[in-house]
């Protein structure tokens, strides 16, 4: 927001079509929709109505945070926009997609769909196992086909984090905890591949495909 409200003559290479423009308010009602989620997701947890509000929200902040990211990544942007707008949204859409799946989760469990009432012999374990492997898929698609390695690493985070708790809280999930095990060791192989494959296009100027006009190094 403070570089944003710079003068144009302290920052004459900033890309003013892109934030006053393309852009305009759409930061500021992201921003709105953010506190929003947080309000309906805090005080009306626990209740479907909640948390099913508390979906829509986040829905519409995911969809905002991807057409933002999408505009960041699709223009030339100087190294204070790249790392600020192009990476922090990367970061931030790349947590937003795991909280949407949660939200999601949370709201089917309040609909219920918890042990024992699970169909077609799912508990809430496997049926865990099932979403992350879902989830293991979505972040790259969207890592690959966006040309983004930095989103497809935020789901290497949120396994090691929700290990981790498991580790600490319920050591009793050994399935759970070999799952996650599992896919963030292919999480970090895939997203390995991915980073070296683009850094090399930077490192030895290799032209991407002339169609490939996107991505996190887009415009380097």
């Not at 991807?66 to 990367?90: H, K, M, P």
């Not at 947590?95 to 089917?108: D, H, M, P, R, Y």
């Not at 992350?132 to 396994?159: D, E, K």
């Not at 970090?188 to 296009?201: H, K």
């Amino acid at each position: 927001m403070v570089y944003q409200a710079l003068p144009g003559d302290w920052v004459p290479e900033r890309n003013d079509k892109l934030i006053f423009e393309d852009l305009g308010y759409h930061f500021a009602a992201n921003m709105v929709i953010n506190g929003l989620w947080l309000i309906l997701f805090m005080t009306g947890g626990g209740t479907t109505v909640g948390f099913g509000l508390a979906l829509v929200d986040i829905i519409a902040m995911l969809t905002s945070n991807i057409w933002i990211l999408y505009q960041a990544s699709t223009t030339e942007l100087n190294l204070v926009e790249a790392l600020s707008l192009r990476g922090g949204f990367t970061i931030y859409s790349g947590w937003v997609t795991a909280a949407t799946i949660l939200n999601v989760s949370f709201l089917l469990k309040a609909l219920g769909l918890a042990d024992p009432n699970i169909l077609y012999g799912f508990n809430e374990e496997n049926l865990t196992e099932t979403v992350l492997w879902v989830a293991l898929v979505i972040y790259n698609l969207f890592a690959y086909s966006q040309r983004n390695p930095l989103y497809g690493s935020i789901f290497i985070w949120v396994t090691l984090a929700i290990k981790s708790e498991l580790l600490d809280k319920h050591a009793d999930l050994t399935s759970l905890i070999d799952t996650l095990t599992t896919i963030s060791g292919i999480q970090i192989v895939s997203m390995v591949v991915l980073w070296t494959l683009l850094s090399s296009e930077i490192i030895y100027d290799l032209d991407a495909p002339s169609n490939w006009n996107t991505g996190l190094f887009y415009g380097w």
